[in-house]
């Protein structure tokens, strides 16, 4: 659903940028607490989202085939917000929406801000908010999360399309009854959904298999203990409720554990995405371009910018053979929102626990050093 140079007028792309600047903006403040987060584990979320976004970069080059003649492509927002959190979500689908744009002349330079309006903002807030609803709602369960993902996703994609068609009322750039459009934009992306919902629900339950506390949209799952007594005891034989007593911090925390594994799987998973399996992808246009040609909105479609870049179309320049070029651009692809992504997090989680470390007065007592 990336949308070109010349489909949105100046100044409604003008408008959109501005607000997924604030938006950015906004999610900068908000992703500082995401990542912060407690406990001894919390130095792994900044790599983590970084993978994250890098991932989801390399699974948006598996175009899958959705209706005759048209395919979709993962949008990422609800899986990101899931598995980071909403804010962060936000920043990890734009800093792939900025890669695509600067070095793979996917979708407009000028067009960014209506982009990432559409593909960050509305899919991430749209899913994440239902799909908080149905965890209150649904068993606490690990097989609640996915389920939920699963309605999250289905629904953010349509929503996008719904999105993509207002901004479109506003601001395009060919004469074409908005009513079409709608119908079109929001039938194909009914079927992508499904799609976006079935990458999104394997992800989310394949990490929650192995290790659910690292997500985001799992936190607080586990039940708090119980004490039982035999059924054959008689009330008067409970032993009688101890007093409460406060719990050491340390102690309320789980067992630090590595998240290595769960990166490297996520950074091999993604490289043979987009290194591989994307020599594969259907070839078709997505929904949008499919749309596009069909009524006419790309009648004043404009040459991207970067068009002559050595990664443009996701294949290296010069490189004349087609599974070689596609997967190392898709590699470089991946290394470099990788690279991106995780120095944007770093910097964030830093600036909060800089932030939120208490200065040390004369004479106060020095912590004593984390246990590795």
């Given at each position: 659903?990336?949308?070109p140079d010349?489909?949105?007028?100046?100044?409604?792309?003008?408008?959109?940028g501005a607000?997924?600047?604030?938006?950015?903006a906004v999610?900068?403040?908000g992703?500082r607490?995401?990542?912060?987060?407690?406990?001894?584990?919390?130095e792994?979320?900044?790599?983590l989202?970084?993978?994250?976004?890098a991932?989801?970069?390399?699974?948006q080059m598996?175009?899958?085939?959705v209706?005759a003649?048209t395919?979709?492509?993962?949008?990422?927002?609800?899986l990101?917000?899931?598995?980071v959190?909403p804010y962060?979500?936000?920043?990890?689908v734009?800093?792939?929406?900025?890669?695509?744009?600067?070095?793979?002349?996917?979708?407009?330079?000028?067009?960014?801000?209506?982009?990432?309006?559409d593909?960050?903002?509305?899919?991430?807030?749209?899913?994440?908010?239902?799909?908080?609803g149905l965890?209150k709602?649904?068993?606490?369960r690990?097989r609640?999360?996915?389920?939920?993902?699963?309605?999250?996703a289905?629904?953010?994609?349509?929503?996008?399309?719904v999105?993509?068609t207002?901004?479109?009322a506003?601001?395009?750039?060919?004469?074409?009854?908005i009513g079409?459009?709608?119908?079109?934009m929001?039938?194909?992306?009914?079927?992508?959904?499904i799609?976006?919902?079935?990458?999104?629900?394997?992800?989310?339950?394949?990490?929650?298999?192995?290790r659910?506390d690292?997500?985001?949209?799992?936190?607080g799952l586990?039940a708090?203990l119980?004490l039982?007594t035999?059924?054959?005891?008689?009330?008067?034989?409970?032993?009688?409720?101890?007093?409460a007593?406060p719990?050491?911090?340390a102690a309320?925390?789980?067992?630090?554990r590595?998240?290595?594994?769960v990166w490297?799987?996520?950074?091999?998973a993604a490289?043979?995405?987009?290194?591989?399996i994307?020599y594969?992808a259907?070839?078709s246009?997505d929904?949008?371009?499919k749309?596009?040609?069909?009524?006419?909105?790309?009648a004043k479609a404009?040459?991207?910018?970067t068009?002559?870049?050595p990664?443009a179309d996701?294949?290296v320049?010069?490189?004349t053979?087609?599974?070689?070029s596609?997967?190392l651009?898709g590699?470089?692809?991946v290394?470099?929102?990788?690279?991106?992504?995780?120095?944007v997090?770093?910097?964030?989680?830093?600036?909060?626990?800089?932030?939120?470390?208490?200065p040390?007065?004369?004479?106060a007592?020095?912590?004593?050093?984390?246990?590795?």
């Amino acid at each position: 659903m990336h949308v070109p140079d010349g489909f949105i007028n100046a100044p409604v792309s003008l408008a959109t940028g501005a607000v997924a600047a604030a938006a950015v903006a906004v999610s900068l403040r908000g992703a500082r607490r995401e990542l912060a987060g407690t406990g001894a584990g919390a130095e792994r979320t900044a790599p983590l989202a970084g993978l994250v976004a890098a991932f989801i970069f390399a699974v948006q080059m598996l175009n899958f085939p959705v209706a005759a003649g048209t395919s979709g492509h993962l949008l990422g927002g609800a899986l990101a917000a899931i598995l980071v959190g909403p804010y962060t979500g936000v920043l990890c689908v734009s800093v792939v929406l900025l890669m695509q744009g600067v070095l793979f002349a996917d979708g407009g330079l000028t067009a960014l801000g209506v982009n990432i309006t559409d593909m960050a903002i509305v899919t991430t807030v749209v899913a994440y908010g239902l799909f908080r609803g149905l965890v209150k709602v649904l068993p606490r369960r690990r097989r609640s999360i996915t389920v939920a993902s699963f309605v999250a996703a289905l629904v953010s994609v349509p929503a996008a399309a719904v999105a993509f068609t207002a901004i479109y009322a506003l601001g395009g750039t060919a004469d074409v009854p908005i009513g079409k459009v709608f119908t079109a934009m929001v039938g194909v992306h009914v079927l992508i959904g499904i799609g976006e919902a079935v990458i999104t629900a394997l992800t989310v339950g394949a990490v929650i298999a192995v290790r659910p506390d690292l997500v985001h949209g799992a936190r607080g799952l586990t039940a708090p203990l119980e004490l039982r007594t035999s059924p054959l005891a008689s009330p008067a034989d409970a032993p009688a409720a101890p007093e409460a007593e406060p719990v050491p911090a340390a102690a309320a925390t789980a067992p630090r554990r590595s998240a290595r594994r769960v990166w490297l799987a996520g950074l091999a998973a993604a490289l043979v995405c987009a290194g591989g399996i994307s020599y594969y992808a259907s070839a078709s246009p997505d929904g949008l371009e499919k749309v596009a040609h069909d009524q006419g909105i790309d009648a004043k479609a404009e040459d991207h910018a970067t068009k002559d870049s050595p990664l443009a179309d996701y294949s290296v320049k010069d490189i004349t053979d087609a599974r070689l070029s596609g997967g190392l651009a898709g590699v470089i692809g991946v290394g470099a929102t990788l690279a991106a992504g995780t120095g944007v997090f770093v910097v964030l989680r830093r600036r909060k626990s800089a932030a939120t470390a208490e200065p040390a007065g004369p004479g106060a007592e020095h912590p004593a050093p984390e246990s590795v």
